[in-house]
């Protein structure tokens, strides 16, 4: 009898449950595929790598830490046993196989009910290559040549593409009828236009084939290609293209409904995602399938990937030729680090575009009901940074510049360092009854604001538990906040959380 020949399929994975038994290097590599798929992952292992755990912190997965048992599987859709123990595997394989699970199994396609291909992922593109279990170390080599042919340069081709498709449908067109064009576009000139850079080729490939209407600035993606270039030329055939490029974007301050539409494109097209901690994970979301998302941690206390390390992160993948997401907490420029990633990417050539976020210091406040300028109480807003951690550091902010007169201060990170911006404060002529807020996790349903004056709002912060992410905000708009409150938070009128 002749031997079954594996079915290739695309499955959608969203939104269901998935289980992995295993905890070492073999369940984190799979693990980290399914974190890509959207899937609702389980792993079941006594013990785990501390990234799993670290994705389970963060809730990118259910990490339950006891040995498999009977029943694990139920409700599962699909499953991977990835230990090193075979009467393990053997049991997981009987009790999928019971329910109807897809199950895979490492290194053992006898027990495997679907194998895991090997992937090339640009944007849209997916290329999955298999060779049935017979060797998987082949299968990974074709897909490095592979990824030698597909560079991100199809994935940014494919952004053109579908949102042509979607802009004729806009306007009423038959696709059917459009099927022609578009089979002419989805070719080597488009890609080797996209790849050289050369904004004014595309241009003309698209009117030439849709005639006036279509150019990159008429489908919003004139960004993607950048500046036209009349004189780049098409890279070698089966060679990299040019370096990657880096798009440092502000992912605003907590609410994912304040990215901006440009953001949200640089996140459809990239190959990898850096993201920090205070980011919404819901605005992962809008990341490419298949990219690769690294936490850069960056909360305050707790910096799990030094600045310099990021700065190498960027340059490497950006070298390699990918294109890379920075996406950072409100505006890459305002108290951001966002002049330091841009500086390393020039001094390696790099090319980088910065795409601003809506700034904490606006919009915090905002939406604790203060207006950072008003025109009967405040002309002018100072942002300063409130996260240096000794006296030294504070002593070098120019206090004197603070002083009364000047607007409304807000000081970003400034809850840890609050009794002594509040003394710099007082000391350099501001009236201990001026109106000051704390504002902590600004913009999100975890939101809470105390509001007080200079010489009291450190204990009321203090008696609130409050916390950082928090904004300090001083000066006359807060008084303001009585009246032009507007968003939920967990508070009761006596300052008890509810």
Same mark, same amino acid.
């Given at each position: ?7 290739? +399929? ?53 990490? #339950? ?42 290194? =053992? ?81 488009? @890609? ?79 190959? #990898? ?9 819901? +605005? ?25 390390? +990021?700065?190498?992160?960027?340059? =490497? ?6 294109? @890379? ?71 070098? %902010? ?11 201060? @807000? ?27 704390? %504002? ?9 604001? #105390? ?20 904004? @300090? ?26």
């Amino acid at each position: 009898m002749s031997r079954a020949v594996g079915h290739p +399929i695309f499955v959608s994975l969203d939104g269901l449950p998935v289980v992995v038994i295993g905890g070492g290097a073999v369940a984190e590599r799979k693990v980290a595929s399914l974190c890509e798929s959207g899937a609702r992952i389980t792993v079941i292992a006594p013990e785990s790598t501390p990234e799993l755990g670290a994705r389970a912190a963060r809730g990118e997965i259910r990490l #339950v830490e006891r040995p498999y048992a009977p029943g694990d599987l139920e409700g599962c859709r699909l499953a991977y046993a990835a230990t090193d123990d075979a009467e393990v595997n053997r049991a997981v394989h009987a009790e999928a196989a019971a329910r109807s699970v897809w199950l895979n199994v490492a290194d =053992q396609p006898d027990l495997c009910t679907f194998t895991v291909p090997a992937v090339v992922r640009q944007g849209d593109l997916t290329v999955a290559v298999s060779t049935g279990g017979a060797s998987p170390a082949m299968a990974r080599r074709i897909r490095e040549e592979l990824e030698g042919l597909f560079g991100p340069e199809y994935a940014a081709a494919l952004v053109v593409l579908r949102r042509i498709r979607e802009h004729l449908q806009a306007r009423g067109h038959d696709l059917r009828e459009a099927r022609g064009a578009l089979m002419g576009l989805a070719g080597a000139d488009l @890609v080797r236009a996209v790849a050289a850079g050369n904004a004014r080729a595309v241009d003309a490939l698209l009117t030439a084939a849709l005639g006036a209407g279509f150019t990159l600035g008429d489908l919003g993606l004139e960004w993607l290609v950048g500046p036209a270039d009349e004189t780049a030329a098409p890279p070698d055939a089966g060679r990299r293209p040019r370096p990657g490029r880096v798009f440092l974007v502000g992912a605003g301050p907590g609410d994912p409904g304040l990215l901006t539409l440009k953001g949200k494109s640089c996140l459809e097209v990239s190959d #990898v995602v850096i993201y920090d901690a205070l980011v919404d994970k819901r +605005i992962l979301e809008h990341a490419r399938p298949g990219a690769m998302l690294i936490y850069a941690g960056k909360r305050e206390g707790n910096h799990s990937r030094p600045q310099d390390e +990021i700065n190498g992160l960027l340059v =490497q993948y950006a070298r390699a030729g990918l294109t @890379v997401t920075r996406l950072k907490g409100g505006d890459p420029f305002v108290f951001g680090r966002g002049g330091e990633e841009a500086l390393a990417l020039v001094e390696a050539g790099i090319p980088f575009e910065v795409v601003p976020g809506v700034s904490a210091g606006i919009a915090v406040p905002a939406y604790a009901g203060i207006p950072v300028t008003h025109r009967h109480a405040a002309a002018a807003v100072t942002f300063v940074t409130g996260h240096e951690r000794t006296e030294q550091d504070l002593s070098a %902010i120019r206090w004197d510049s603070l002083g009364p007169g000047h607007g409304t201060l @807000v000081f970003f990170m400034g809850l840890r360092n609050l009794p002594e911006i509040t003394k710099k404060l007082m000391d350099h002529g501001h009236p201990p009854a001026t109106p000051a807020a704390v %504002i902590e996790w600004g913009t999100t349903e975890r939101q809470a604001t #105390v509001t007080g004056t200079l010489c009291d709002i450190v204990e009321r912060a203090r008696e609130a538990g409050l916390e950082p992410p928090a904004l @300090v905000v001083v000066g006359e708009v807060v008084a303001l906040r009585e009246r032009l409150a507007w968003f939920p938070e967990p508070w009761s009128r006596d300052g008890q959380r509810r």
